[in-house]
């Protein structure tokens, strides 16, 4: 069980990652889009380093 939800966790913390580049790449990247992503990532990042 535990073994996936670590997938799951690493799964979602590199579609995060896709989508923080794919818009870091934009012309014009948003900000605030950016940092929400960040966040995501390290809350994932803290979960998969507590387990």
Sequence with gaps: M???HTSAL???HARLDTQLRD???RP???AATIQA???QK???KEE???Q
């Design 2 to 4: 535990e073994s996936s």
């Design 10 to 12: 690493q799964s979602k």
């Design 23 to 25: 818009e870091m790449s």
């Design 28 to 30: 014009s990247p948003d």
């Design 37 to 39: 992503l960040k966040k």
């Design 42 to 44: 390290l809350r994932i």
């Design 48 to 50: 998969l380093a507590a």
